[in-house]
């Protein structure tokens, strides 16, 4: 039996929002909703270099209340220059997608530290917004790599993959996992069996001692993600949530 004055406590739930439209408008939005922590997508989302350098910017400076302060790119790819230039921009850490194997995870891990634990080149230009740069031991204690599962292979090296040193988290894209595994989006969410992948995930997270995050992109979704015990999870989409609350305005306007 567990002794509960030793056991660990479980991890808070890190909710998080999601910026999608490439703008610096639509970061220091989302960054304002309340959530614990923000993504600019530059895989799938409109975020380019330029754009992720401008919002990164917009978002810099002191902590203000109702502002997340913890900003995370997805980066295109598994590139050192691309992992590199938005770290130098002051993101907070970046989320890799495609991870495969421990040995994608471990390069992105490198990509993100500088010598000797990494391969990161130093050029960071935080000052620009006004931010101190922080020292290179600094940076990498402070960094977040959090590397994306997402395909079959990556499902079955799932437990080395969290395990890898320098990876500070493991987040499912259960869009393309799903398609990877031939299986429906719902039915993925729906598998509780404890071999099923979800939870498979969640499994070797913990047994990695790193959280296990997950989109969901609304609320059903990440209640049921919750249930599966991942604890980040992205709930508001900036390309969902605006056009609903739109919507909804509008139909209440019209109903008044």
Same mark, same amino acid.
């Given at each position: 039996?567990?002794?509960?004055?030793?056991?660990?406590?479980?991890?808070?739930?890190?909710?998080?929002?999601?910026?999608? +439209?490439?703008?610096?408008?639509?970061?220091?939005?989302?960054?304002?909703?309340?959530?614990?922590? +923000?993504?600019?997508?530059?895989?799938?989302?409109?975020?380019?270099?330029?754009?992720?350098?401008?919002?990164?910017?917009?978002?810099?400076?002191?902590?203000?209340?109702?502002?997340?302060?913890?900003?995370?790119?997805? !980066?295109?790819?598994?590139?050192?220059?691309?992992?590199?230039?938005?770290?130098?921009?002051?993101?907070?850490?970046?989320?890799?997608?495609?991870?495969?194997?421990?040995?994608?995870?471990?390069?992105?891990?490198?990509?993100?530290?500088?010598?000797?634990?990494?391969?990161?080149?130093?050029?960071?230009?935080?000052?620009?917004?006004?931010?101190?740069?922080?020292?290179?031991?600094?940076?990498?204690?402070?960094?977040?790599?959090?590397?994306?599962?997402?395909?079959?292979?990556?499902?079955?090296?799932?437990?080395?993959?969290?395990?890898?040193?320098?990876?500070?988290?493991? =987040?499912?894209?259960?869009?393309?996992?799903?398609?990877?595994?031939? !299986?429906?989006?719902?039915?993925?969410?729906?598998?509780?069996?404890?071999?099923?992948? +979800?939870?498979?995930?969640?499994?070797?997270?913990?047994?990695?001692?790193?959280?296990?995050?997950?989109?969901?992109?609304?609320?059903?979704?990440?209640?049921?993600?919750?249930?599966?015990? =991942?604890?980040?999870?992205?709930?508001?989409?900036?390309?969902?949530?605006?056009?609903?609350?739109?919507?909804?305005?509008?139909?209440?306007?019209?109903?008044?």
């Amino acid at each position: 039996m567990t002794d509960e004055t030793t056991a660990p406590a479980p991890e808070p739930l890190h909710l998080g929002a999601w910026s999608m +439209l490439g703008s610096t408008a639509a970061a220091s939005i989302m960054a304002g909703v309340g959530a614990d922590w +923000l993504l600019l997508d530059a895989q799938h989302g409109l975020y380019d270099d330029r754009g992720v350098v401008d919002a990164l910017g917009a978002l810099a400076g002191p902590p203000r209340p109702g502002r997340t302060s913890q900003v995370l790119v997805r !980066v295109p790819s598994n590139d050192d220059a691309w992992i590199g230039r938005a770290l130098d921009a002051g993101a907070s850490g970046v989320m890799v997608p495609m991870v495969e194997d421990e040995a994608d995870a471990a390069r992105a891990a490198r990509s993100c530290r500088y010598p000797p634990h990494g391969r990161r080149s130093r050029g960071s230009w935080v000052e620009v917004w006004g931010t101190p740069t922080p020292s290179p031991r600094a940076a990498d204690d402070a960094v977040m790599c959090a590397v994306m599962v997402e395909t079959r292979q990556a499902l079955e090296r799932v437990t080395a993959i969290a395990r890898t040193p320098g990876v500070d988290m493991v =987040f499912v894209g259960p869009y393309d996992l799903s398609l990877a595994l031939g !299986v429906e989006h719902a039915a993925l969410l729906a598998d509780e069996s404890p071999d099923g992948p +979800l939870r498979r995930v969640v499994a070797a997270c913990r047994a990695a001692g790193v959280p296990a995050g997950a989109y969901a992109g609304g609320l059903d979704a990440a209640q049921v993600l919750a249930r599966h015990g =991942f604890t980040w999870i992205a709930v508001a989409i900036d390309t969902v949530v605006l056009p609903a609350a739109a919507a909804s305005l509008v139909s209440a306007a019209r109903d008044a």
